[in-house]
């Protein structure tokens, strides 16, 4: 079985700043790793993913996250955030590997980021 | 092209009433997922469908809850003898496959009130 731990339930920052939203995770077997966001009375919407490879992700609109095995991490950073990205973010996890459930997400319960102006 | 549709947007029923919620994938998509969010949490799966198969419930939390997709398309979760505790953000899914590094394409929703 797979849990997300994301520290922070909120984090308000103003515009222009940098932003850090953290994510830890426990699990017995290798993962896949997620980022969403969901903007209010929206779905949820892949910020970016780590497969594989390089620990460093890039994704959408300017964000980035980094896979830190040892520390079970996958923090969610943006150098200069603007209002709107002002949502809920989740970091989510699945098994990796062809059988089992590897479709099945586990979710974090978001952090809601506030940029203010 | 279109995106995930569920509809209705907004539900409010009664304790005790019998509900449909209905979820339109993508078209193509074989895989299919309903994630129910409580206020202040994750999304948690719920059921896994695979063409007209549900191959995977077992995050249904009782037998209360039943999801159909009879012909590998369009997805119907169907709640009897509702409760308050079933009020959430019932979100779907769907992706071109069921491999955990295919993305997962979500709804907006369906936000469920049982009085």
């Known amino acids: 079985a797979q849990s997300v731990t994301q520290l922070d339930s909120q984090v308000p920052v103003f515009e222009e700043a940098p932003v850090e939203l953290r994510c830890n995770y426990s699990?017995?077997?290798?993962?896949?790793l997620f980022w969403y966001v969901q903007y209010p009375n929206q779905g949820l919407q892949l910020l970016l993913k780590?497969?594989?490879?390089?620990?460093l992700v890039k994704g959408i609109n300017g964000f980035e996250a980094e896979f830190n095995k040892s520390q079970t991490s996958f923090h969610l950073r943006k150098p200069s955030v603007h209002i709107s990205d002002t949502a809920e973010y989740f970091c989510?996890?699945?098994?990796?590997?062809?059988?089992?459930?590897?479709?099945?997400?586990?979710f974090g319960k978001g952090t809601l980021l506030t940029v203010n102006p | 092209g279109a995106g995930v549709s569920q509809t209705p947007s907004n539900k409010v029923t009664e304790k005790g009433k019998y509900v449909e919620l209905r979820c339109d994938p993508i078209?193509?998509?074989?895989?299919l997922y309903w994630y129910r969010q409580s206020l202040g949490q994750g999304p948690e799966f719920l059921i896994y469908f695979q063409g007209t198969g549900a191959a995977d419930d077992s995050g249904l939390p009782n037998d209360r809850f039943f999801a159909v997709r009879p012909e590998g398309s369009v997805s119907t979760l169907k709640i009897q003898r509702t409760e308050r505790g079933d009020s959430a953000v019932y979100l779907c899914?769907?992706?071109?496959?069921?491999?955990?590094?295919?993305?997962?394409?979500f709804g907006p929703g369906t936000r469920l009130t049982v009085l």
């Open positions: 780590y497969l594989s490879g390089s620990t």
């Open positions: 989510a996890v699945s098994p990796r590997g062809g059988g089992g459930s590897n479709y099945k997400l586990t």
């Open positions: 078209s193509g998509h074989t895989a």
């Open positions: 699990s017995s077997v290798s993962v896949y």
């Open positions: 899914a769907s992706s071109l496959t069921r491999q955990g590094n295919n993305e997962q394409f």
